[in-house]
């Protein structure tokens, strides 16, 4: 086997339409294109989202809501994960950087410590936020809580 007798498989290489050739190609004439309108004409172009005339999708569906420019996101942690935190890592002081150093959130994320599980560790969690389901399974279990002012 040689480079100059490398050819792809039957079948899989079509050969292309040639448009506008003259009468005897079976695409002369119109060249495929129909009879008049703005698709046969050149340099035809059209907006993005235009339907032929028909009143588009975004004119049509109606505007609801508003977002709220001052809106803080925050990246939730459960208890659960942070008992599996304690347990594997023997921490007993969990901040928004070890949590991005095992992978729960990223670095530049704000962290609210949700209630969901049960926490037996006795830990210190500093967060962005706490739920206040949290803050009292937190401080239950001999843990503390501190605030980070972001």
Do not use: C, W
């Not at 990246?75 to 150093?101: F, M, R």
């Amino acid at each position: 086997m040689k480079l100059n007798n490398l050819s792809p498989a039957e079948g899989s290489v079509k050969k292309t339409k040639r448009i506008g050739r003259g009468q005897g190609s079976g695409h002369g004439g119109t060249s495929t294109r129909g009879h008049k309108g703005a698709k046969s004409r050149s340099g035809y172009k059209h907006k993005i989202g235009f339907e032929g005339g028909q009143m588009p999708l975004q004119r049509r569906v109606p505007k609801f809501g508003f977002k709220n420019v001052n809106r803080v996101e925050y990246k939730g942690v459960n208890l659960d994960s942070i008992q599996t935190l304690a347990d594997n890592a023997k921490l007993t002081e969990i901040t928004p950087l070890i949590l991005a150093e095992h992978g729960l959130v990223s670095k530049n994320d704000n962290v609210k410590i949700l209630g969901r599980g049960v926490l037996k560790a006795k830990v210190k969690i500093t967060a962005h936020a706490f739920s206040a389901t949290a803050k009292t399974a937190i401080e239950n279990a001999g843990g503390s809580v501190e605030l980070i002012n972001a």
